[in-house]
């Protein structure tokens, strides 16, 4: 299974949750963007890669950077070190973040605000953390050179309107704002600055749950469902020893299935891939109790406004609505790599899976797909073929101990 960046993020949100203790940040500061003056609207693109929203910014009069839209996080991230030497900082401290690193404490630069520049908006007191190292690899993840997050700052002070179908974010201030026809608002509330919403989930067993999940444009994956296992135990099918990603301790480990359908206002959605961690999260260290995540494997089924000053969600089903839920069929992680980002290395084999039967290893590279050279091929190619078809061959030219190999994989379907 792809790590999702949920699972990532947890690290980041930790960051923000030390800056705040520690009391380095501008909190007695607004930190926002507002439209130019003589602006109502302005559209931005942005690019979905693997899942993730990608934007083009400048910071200080540089760039411009990629950075990833994520309402799961709190606090702009500088992701990539060599930005502190890249852009004029003229003051910043270091802030150690505790659990961070592997046994070591990690190192970030906290900064005054800085000028981010995003085409028709002005920014307003925005500070952003820069880690000392590139701690999470987002840019092998993405395939392309990923700079950073940017998350509450974004939102809060702006109405938002995501459009996955063409590419585009559409932005007001929220007096102005223009809603789709046959949009329908769904109550949400902004705690610890992160969206949360009420769904209910129907599991397998029958039980229908109403959980309280934060809206996460950051997660890759549908739906993530804390603490389930415990209380209701496991679907009747699952991936089990499924690796979901990082945590603040290390590997986050769980559990792959589905959920019988899962309810936001009047849309249902059935038959939805889900993630089940097994550790059990410490509700009592959280600032804000939750049941999981809604991620962008959901919501990019809709167009969706985020209106957090009206705290009011608005959605319209999209052409994509019914698509089934499909999950990747060949057990294998993996990310881009080169100058280029044209070569794929297999990152980690899920025990038992289809790559796992035919003897493929972590630090294989794939070098081409049914003949097709993988230099040629975007990620999202790679992974719409790997969760395509159950029982589907595909033709592997494989860098293997050494040696070029070739391997038929033949595609499971295990949820």
Same mark, same amino acid.
């Given at each position: ?77 500088? $992701? ?13 401290? $270091? ?54 997050? /940017? ?18 974010? $559409? ?114 260290? /959280? ?129």
């Amino acid at each position: 299974m792809l790590r999702t960046l949920f699972h990532k993020l947890r690290r980041f949100r930790a960051l923000w949750l030390a800056c705040l203790l520690s009391g380095c940040f501008l909190t007695a500061q607004a930190q926002y963007f507002d439209l130019d003056y003589h602006k109502k609207k302005i559209t931005i693109p942005f690019k979905l890669v693997r899942s993730l929203m990608v934007i083009k910014l400048n910071i200080n009069h540089k760039g411009p950077y990629n950075f990833i839209l994520d309402t799961g996080v709190g606090l702009m991230i500088i $992701t990539d070190p060599k930005l502190a030497d890249s852009i004029y900082i003229p003051n910043k401290r $270091t802030l150690k973040i505790p659990g961070l690193g592997e046994g070591e404490d990690a190192e970030a630069y906290v900064t005054s605000p800085l000028d981010v520049e995003i085409p028709g908006l002005v920014s307003y007191d925005v500070a952003a953390a820069i880690l000392k190292k590139d701690l999470f690899s987002l840019s092998g993840y993405a395939g392309m050179p990923i700079h950073g997050l /940017l998350g509450y700052e974004f939102f809060n002070n702006l109405a938002v309107k995501i459009s996955i179908q063409d590419s585009t974010l $559409t932005v007001w201030r929220p007096k102005d704002l223009k809603v789709f026809r046959k949009g329908v608002p769904i109550p949400i509330t902004i705690e610890d600055r992160k969206p949360y919403v009420e769904a209910w989930v129907k599991l397998q067993t029958g039980e229908n749950i109403k959980t309280k999940l934060i809206i996460d444009l950051g997660a890759g994956h549908p739906v993530s469902l804390e603490n389930i296992i415990k209380r209701y135990g496991l679907p009747q099918k699952f991936i089990a020893s499924a690796n979901l990603g990082i945590g603040l301790n290390g590997p986050i480990n769980g559990f792959i299935g589905r959920v019988e359908s899962l309810e936001l206002g009047k849309f249902k959605v059935k038959q939805v891939i889900a993630s089940f961690p097994d550790t059990t999260n410490n509700q009592s260290a /959280l600032s804000v109790k939750r049941d999981g995540n809604l991620g962008i494997g959901i919501l990019k089924r809709f167009s969706v406004i985020l209106d957090y000053a009206h705290n009011t969600m608005y959605l319209k089903t999209g052409s994509r609505f019914r698509d089934p839920f499909e999950h990747d069929m060949s057990g294998l992680e993996y990310y881009a790599a080169g100058n280029n980002f044209d070569r794929i290395i297999i990152n980690r084999v899920e025990p038992g899976s289809a790559g796992d039967e035919v003897g493929l290893e972590r630090d294989d590279e794939i070098v081409a797909i049914n003949f097709k050279p993988v230099a040629k091929m975007t990620l999202e190619e790679i992974d719409d073929l790997f969760k395509s078809k159950n029982d589907r061959s595909l033709l592997l030219d494989v860098y293997h101990d050494k040696k070029l190999d070739k391997v038929i994989l033949t595609l499971k379907r295990r949820i």
